[in-house]
C-alpha cells in the first residue's frame, strides 16, 4: 500500500472512529422529556393530592410490570425528593430513581429520572 493510501485509510479509520464516537456521545447526552396533559371536570385542589402520592403511581400502572415503589414509606413528597422503583418487564427487572426537582401544589411538580433505563 502506497504513502497515499495510507494516510487515507488512517484518516478514514479516524473518521469512523470519531463518528462513532460523535454517535454514542449524541445518544448518550439526550435528555427526553414526556409532559403530559390531562382535563378533569374536578377542582386542581381535589386532583393533586391523588398525583402527588408516589403509591398510587402503581395504581396506574399495568399489573402484568409488577410495578413497585421500593423507596422506604412513607415518602415525604417535596422538592429534593427521591423515589426508587422497580419493575418488570417481560419478567426482566427493571430498577430507577427519581427526584422531585420542582414542588409547586397544587399546580406542578416535576419528577426527573436519575438513574435507570
Given amino acids: 500500500m502506497g504513502k497515499l493510501a495510507?494516510?487515507?485509510?488512517s484518516d478514514n479509520r479516524l473518521a469512523r472512529e470519531r463518528a462513532a464516537t460523535a454517535r454514542y456521545t449524541d445518544w448518550a447526552m439526550k435528555i427526553f422529556t414526556f409532559e403530559s396533559k390531562l382535563y378533569l371536570p374536578v377542582?386542581?385542589?381535589k386532583v393533586f393530592p391523588f398525583f402527588a402520592e408516589a403509591h398510587n403511581l402503581e395504581l396506574l400502572t399495568p399489573p402484568f410490570l409488577q410495578f413497585k415503589i421500593i423507596s422506604p414509606t412513607p415518602i415525604a413528597m417535596g422538592r429534593g425528593a427521591h423515589i426508587r422503583y422497580?419493575?418488570?418487564l417481560r419478567g426482566i427487572p427493571i430498577t430507577w430513581e427519581?427526584?422531585?426537582t420542582a414542588w409547586d401544589p397544587p399546580h406542578?411538580?416535576?419528577d426527573e429520572q436519575l438513574r435507570g433505563p
Fill in 6 to 9: 495510507q494516510e487515507l485509510s
Fill in 43 to 45: 377542582p386542581i385542589d
Fill in 86 to 88: 422497580r419493575l418488570k
Fill in 98 to 100: 427519581s427526584e422531585i
Fill in 108 to 110: 406542578r411538580f416535576v
